[in-house]
């Protein structure tokens, strides 16, 4: 696979088997997984399989053919969203959904110009990378860049939280102004919905839905990357309900089929009609049966499973006694979070400096006590909390031990 | 999934069921498969749904882990290919592999300009899809075409099939020339091994060894796009054994994985390491287990069943076959290609003038008669023959009846 092919830790993790939030390795050594959002429903999910599997043994084509199984999964997928999200087209990744989602807003409007932000990641093509750590000030082909809005490390050292929010919206302003200056004119503004990538920093408050009236005045579409922050993850369906926002385009991914290559952009009818009206997209393998088998079972797991309540209540749990943590120990600089989606910031004592060896110094001792997490954001340095959302109490009771076993050591 | 949404026929076909080379519509009736290459081993394939069930029920993660059954994967495929070919890049879609494809050549050399041909299809994203029937003369951020190098279509009437080859080889000289002087240098060339969206058209004889020579004297990399033309499809492995050349890089995608989304792009292992370390890439979906699963038993299954023979035998056959209606049937044009991807050019009596509604009537008619293929080509007159591998002579002759009656049909 060619030397530097991603891998995690130091010695990497031989996996050979996985079980609801386990992971086994083939030493025999038994894993609690707190990082992987593909597997939502829970590693080796029965019924996902069982989905799938008969699927595949009953018929598996394109999308040139009409399949009702395909027509039901993107009406129910369609249907977990507000009335505005009327259709949808599918694709195999989450890097295809965010070259739909641009190509749709670009047809839509006429215009070139996108933002994100300057910490985002919404995929690897040509196109798309173009959006990943874009500093400000910086034009990729009409793609351009704002800070990203934060509290914990904020634009302005001294300024209020209003102040902090006026900045950050005239930067959006001034960032649109210049696109239409230079002639790209403004298609829309893409975001991960919980800030993510971005190390699920907490923007000022009202944020969110003021940038988007903003993007909307000025004829821009909004594009919700809910490729992380989707199905469930939040403690409700979407991300961008947490952050009081409607967005135009939708973009779903990861979680989606529990592991089946599956991804999604949903959109109003005129939207997404536009969009096939001139690019004529197909792709092969999407829309197929056996992605809506897989997607369809997802759906009905974390419906009957009540799993949105379910991350709501031990996504609380969990972040209420890492917030218990932080005051004893001065290398916690900041915990936060929505649901089962929780960032731990690690930093030089008493400072907001990032320690991204002291993040990866826990992550490899938590990775000893049998834990898997991971490490996130702008600077890499937040731990990333993100266990199937079939996580129980006892699975956060269980982690918190380590964890706070782990902490300590890291401060003694 | 919006208006437009791309279907087959007058009347779309509701597919319930496939098993090996059929497919059953939800009226009940039954059609012989001539069209679908991505379900290689047959619809339904017992062992690759095994396979993929049995892995999915025991572990399916992304490959920042290590997993054995990926590895093999891997080194099995490596292992098809010549010996230049030393390690691959796993992916979701063709199209994915195609952008890898594109930006391996371009880290390798340093240089942006790629070329293709004047009647191509690579893929959908924002990048690739300029590949697209891109005209000659046009430049597209460094992407050139060359005329597509045929002989029934001849770029210049009167030339001898020698003085044709000339011609071709002096364009792609030329159209490097260009590229270098406009500052953009050459990456590399990428050609449809069979050039199948071109209409699988027969090129002078010679074209592709020495425009491969040509190119590589010029310091570019040949990405041979094996999506279409590779496992077995050909009566070989690889389409670029049928016609003679050695790629640098090798796209593969469709058949792959009976389907499972599963692409690939392989190469020697400087490349894939050159293109790791540039580009850092990593594709949440790609490089899982259940693709490993899903794409080693699809190579078991056309070792086992010596699919590359019976491809060869069947196919000549077929092609035989259709040969011999061809004097007495002036609509059909010509009749050409390799294996079990045979094309049937439909044009005006006596004339090479394509006919695309009359290829759109036979189409339908064909369906009528319980036989699913497609059109194909620059013009969209091509009949494209195509069917699963494990198509057997019985229904080769089954196909040859219905296709008899619906060419006698056509010029009565």
Not at 316 to 339: E, I, K, S
């Amino acid at each position: 696979m060619g030397d530097d092919a991603p891998l995690f830790y130091q010695t990497p993790v031989e996996l050979v088997r996985g079980d609801g939030v386990w992971l086994d390795d083939i030493g025999g050594k038994r894993y609690l997984d707190l990082y992987n959002n593909v597997p939502c429903v829970g590693h080796a999910n029965k019924r996902v399989v069982a989905a799938m599997a008969e699927q595949a043994a009953t018929l598996n084509v394109h999308s040139r053919y009409l399949h009702s199984g395909v027509l039901d999964y993107v009406e129910r997928l369609v249907g977990l969203h507000h009335d505005g999200i009327e259709a949808a087209v599918l694709a195999c990744s989450g890097t295809e959904g965010s070259e739909i989602a641009l190509m749709m807003a670009r047809a839509a409007t006429g215009n070139n110009g996108i933002i994100c932000t300057d910490a985002t990641y919404h995929g690897n093509s040509a196109l798309i990378s173009r959006m990943s750590w874009l500093p400000v000030g910086t034009d990729r082909s009409g793609i351009r860049s704002i800070s990203t809005p934060q509290l914990f490390r904020p634009l302005q050292e001294e300024a209020t939280e209003a102040e902090l929010l006026q900045l950050h919206l005239d930067q959006l302003r001034a960032t649109i102004a210049g696109l239409e200056a230079d002639g790209h004119g403004l298609a829309g503004i893409m975001l991960c919905s919980l800030l993510a990538n971005e190390g699920l920093v907490q923007p000022p408050s009202g944020w969110f839905p003021q940038a988007v009236d903003i993007v909307h005045e000025a004829g821009g579409l909004v594009i919700a990357d809910e490729v992380q922050a989707g199905f469930a993850r939040s403690g409700q369906w979407w991300g961008y309900l947490t952050n009081d926002f409607v967005p135009d385009i939708v973009c779903m991914g990861k979680p989606m089929g529990n592991g089946i290559p599956l991804s999604g952009v949903a959109a109003s009818h005129d939207l997404v009609t536009g969009f096939r009206q001139k690019h004529r997209y197909f792709n092969t393998f999407a829309s197929s049966p056996i992605q809506a088998a897989a997607g369809m079972a997802v759906i009905d797991e974390i419906t009957d499973r009540s799993l949105v309540t379910q991350v709501t209540d031990v996504g609380q749990f969990l972040l209420t006694a890492l917030q218990t943590l932080q005051p004893d120990h001065p290398r916690v600089g900041d915990v936060r979070g929505r649901g089962m989606f929780l960032g731990v910031d690690w930093v030089h004592p008493g400072t907001t400096e990032p320690d991204v060896e002291g993040a990866r110094a826990v992550v490899e001792a938590l990775k000893e006590r049998g834990m898997l997490l991971g490490q996130a954001g702008q600077h890499g340095n937040v731990l990333k909390i993100r266990p199937p959302l079939v996580f129980e109490q006892a699975h956060a009771e269980h982690f918190l031990e380590a964890f706070a076993e782990t902490v300590a050591d890291a401060h003694a």
